[in-house]
């Protein structure tokens, strides 16, 4: 093995190390970090939101059961909802993106704006789920 390529190997070792490190985000000032905690962020509450999803869609389902013939379409209309809700969030946040279009600050916009949309939904179907008045 050569010395560049023993060094390249060592690089590619390292590299691959470093990016298996999940950066202390209470702390984090690079912005490879602030990028990788708002991501994180931003993950932790689609996972909220995937189980918010399912407590309202069941309850979008008791609702059917408990309705007869045309007057069902609760879980359909949350789907058709929930759909038009993640392309229009995933688009506003996007665009809010552009700001910073093709900088390192980009994607720790784009996480962070999802992250706060995602969390004003799990609220939204958190009422929905538990009725008007709860």
Not at 23 to 38: I, K, L, R, V, Y
Not at 41 to 70: C, F, V
């Amino acid at each position: 093995m050569t010395m560049a390529a023993a060094g390249l190997a060592l690089f590619l070792v390292h590299g691959v190390a470093l990016a298996d490190e999940t950066p202390d985000c209470s702390t984090a000032e690079t912005q490879a970090d602030m990028n990788s905690c708002a991501e994180q962020d931003y993950e932790t509450a689609d996972a909220a939101l995937n189980a918010q999803y399912k407590k309202t869609r069941a309850a979008m389902q008791a609702t059917d059961a408990d309705l007869e013939g045309e007057m069902k379409g609760a879980e359909k209309a949350l789907l058709a909802g929930q759909r038009g809700w993640i392309a229009y969030r995933d688009g506003e946040c996007e665009a809010g993106g552009f700001q910073v279009r093709g900088g390192s600050m980009e994607p720790m916009l784009v996480s962070s704006c999802k992250a706060t949309m995602t969390r004003l939904r799990i609220k939204e179907l958190k009422e929905m789920a538990d009725g008007p008045g709860n």
